[in-house]
Structure formats: structure tokens, C-alpha cells
């Protein structure tokens, strides 16, 4: 990735509460740390969420904008991850909201972890593997549920806002992809 | 070790995992005890609580295998933030003929004395505060900055450095009557190279 601006690389060293004030001071360069630091989380939960790699880099483009206008309303630097993955899952969901009328997304790869090195890491891929697709066979209600809560780490009364079901529809939805999730995976014994 | 194919989602002792998930769903509370003593429901409920763990996992590998962006991505946000700045409010500055207002944007001002203050090894600002009635000429001001500071340094050392930077700064280059500077370290990062030389 191009270094955005000189002197940029000193910023990796800081915090993100360090960042975030500079950033609401109209430091782009701490900005610009910001989003090189939690992009790739972003990037890679959006496009699980809607099937598609260019479809999730739009969202989280625009998600970075949106996180930039409202920056100075954030109290706590600290917690910018977070933050950032509430405004992306936003995104998302309108977007999925909007696509629901028109077309199905075309087919999607998910990525399948590689197996670069020893065997138990390659076991371990197999299980991520596994994982990835039991995730794909989800009902798609659970899908977003279980993507919203273990990936952007939402609490249940905020998924249940954000997908406008009841708090207790959240609790059943995550409790129905865990057990699938699981049973799905096999040799979970 | 039993291969138990289509009741799968039934344990031997007749328990769902379905009704495990959801007991696990609701903090596993009230408590059970039933199931807390099973050895087969606590096997289940580990396994169904690793789920969360290796989803987790499953994100940070997504995340490390990524392709990069298309070409342009990065600046593309950039672009646009650049185009968003904060200005703040507005500086009046002192001129000879009173016919003449002259104002310089906060939002500089706070650049400025950011950027002095950063020239100092292992010293980077956080956020800078300019409080009081800045648009009045000659109305006292406080200065409030916060700091990340290597955490070799000497924290009092460098919190009066960067007053002095400051208080050096505002004289030159504004009309700010300046009453206190307050320096909060706030933060400690690890000590890096020493920057270019100014």
C-alpha cells in the first residue's frame, strides 16, 4: 500500500487515541493512519457480509467518509475500531437493503485460508475452511446476525435496531446459526 | 468418539444442541443444573463457544489474505477528507490601520502549534484547544494539547519543551493573549528513530 503522505510511517507508533484526536484537529495524515490500520478487518467482514470484494471496498470507502464527518462526535478515541465497524455494517445493510430489489449478487468465492506452513496450521485452515462454509449455508438472516455480532462485535440491542426485529428474534437467530455452525463443522466431537 | 450421523444434533443424553446453544445464548443463565453436570452438554457447550473464537479467527485470516485495494482506493478517501477540513473559528490579528481586519482560521493555528510541537523528539501531539473568547482581541486564552510521549522520555521535561515550543509559536505568529498552556501526556509510544533533522 503507497504511503499517503510523508512522515506518515512515524504515525504507526501512536494509539488510536492519539490519532483520533489529530484526526479531529484536521490531521490527514493521522486520518490516514486510521484507515490504513483497521481497513483490512473492514474490508474483509464487508465482503463476507455482501458476497462481493468490489462491493465491500465501495461501502467501506464510503463508510471512511462518513466516519471523517462525524469523527469529532466520537468521545472515546479508543474505541475507533468499533466505531468504524458499526458505521461500515450500516453501509452494508442499506446496501443490502437496496440490492434486495434488484438483482442477486453473481457468485461469490469466499477466500479459503491458504496452507503456507506446518500441518497444524494447515488443520487449522481446514477448520477456518469448514467454518467459512457453514457460515455460506446459513439462512440469511442468521448469516448477517452471526456477521454483526462475532465479526463486528455489535450488542444484541444494537443488532436488533439495526435490523429491525425484536431483541429476542437477535437471540434465537445467533443461537440457531451457533448450533448449525457447529453441527455443520464436522468432527466438532 | 461416536459417529452419529442423521440425530446429530441430539446428544446421547437426549439433549439438542439447539437447546444448548440457546442456554449458552442466554449467558447460561438461569442456571441449570442439569446440564452443568452433564459431561456430554458441557463438551457441547465448549465446542459451541469455540464457534465464536474461530469466527474470529476466520476474520483475521480473511483480513490477512486480502488483495489490495484497486489502485486509487486510499486516495479516493483521502481526497475527500481533504476536501472536508475543519476550519474552526475565526482569528482576528492585529493591523496598523483599524480599517483593516485580518482573521486567520483556528483550524491553522492548531496545525501550527501541532506541527512545532512535534519536531520534538518522541513527542507527538494529540489533540490542541484554544479556549476562551479567541474572536475578541486581547481576551485571554488557555492553551490545552494532549501528548503521546516515548516512554524513555522524562515526562515533565517534556511536557515544559513543548510549552515553550508553544508559547514560542503563538507570539510569532498570532495575536493570542495566552494566560496558561496545559500539557496533558496522555499517552506513551515506543521510542522510534529520531526524526529528520529541522
Known sequence: MAEPETGSRDLAALSDRILVERAVDDDVAA???????????????????LRSQADADD??????????????????????????????????????????????????????????????VAERNARLTALAAALERLPEAQRRTWLLREAAGLGYSEIAEELDVPVSTVRGNLARARASIMIGMEGWR | MTASNASSDVLDCGRT??????????????????????PECLNALESLSRVSDLSRDLFAADAA???????????????????ELRSGRDLPVRHPDPR?????????VRTLLRSAADELDGVFIGRTRIIGDVEELGAPVTI?????????????????DVRRRIADVVARHTDL?????????????APQPRKDAS
Do not use: N
Not at chain 1, 458499526?86 to 468465492?109: H, M, Y
Not at chain 2, 490545552?144 to 515544559?160: E, G, K, N, Y
Not at chain 2, 494566560?179 to 509510544?189: F, G, L, R, S
Open chain 1, 31 to 49: 486520518f490516514a493512519e486510521i484507515v490504513r490500520r483497521h481497513s483490512p478487518l473492514m474490508r474483509a467482514y464487508i465482503a463476507r457480509m
Open chain 2, 144 to 160: 490545552d494539547v494532549t501528548a503521546s510521549i516515548a516512554w524513555d522520555l522524562d515526562a515533565r521535561a517534556v511536557a515544559d
Open chain 1, 59 to 120: 461501502v467501506v470507502q464510503d463508510a471512511f467518509v462518513v466516519a471523517w464527518r462525524q469523527l469529532p462526535t466520537l468521545r472515546d478515541g479508543a474505541s475507533v475500531k468499533a466505531w468504524l465497524l458499526r458505521i461500515a455494517s450500516r453501509e452494508a445493510l442499506r446496501v443490502l437493503r437496496r440490492s434486495a430489489k434488484e438483482t442477486p449478487f453473481e457468485d461469490w468465492e469466499p477466500s479459503t485460508p491458504e496452507s503456507t506452513r506446518p500441518e497444524h
Open chain 2, 17 to 38: 444442541i439447539q437447546e444448548l446453544s440457546e442456554y449458552l445464548e442466554a449467558g447460561r443463565s438461569p442456571r441449570d443444573a442439569e446440564i452443568e453436570q452433564c
Open chain 2, 100 to 108: 483593516v481586519r485580518i482573521t486567520v482560521a483556528e483550524g491553522a
Open chain 2, 65 to 83: 489474505s486480502l488483495p489490495e485495494p484497486s489502485a486509487g482506493w486510499f486516495g479516493g478517501i483521502l481526497d475527500q477528507v481533504a476536501a
Open chain 2, 177 to 189: 493573549e495566552v494566560a496558561a498552556i496545559d500539557v496533558t501526556i496522555e499517552d506513551v509510544h
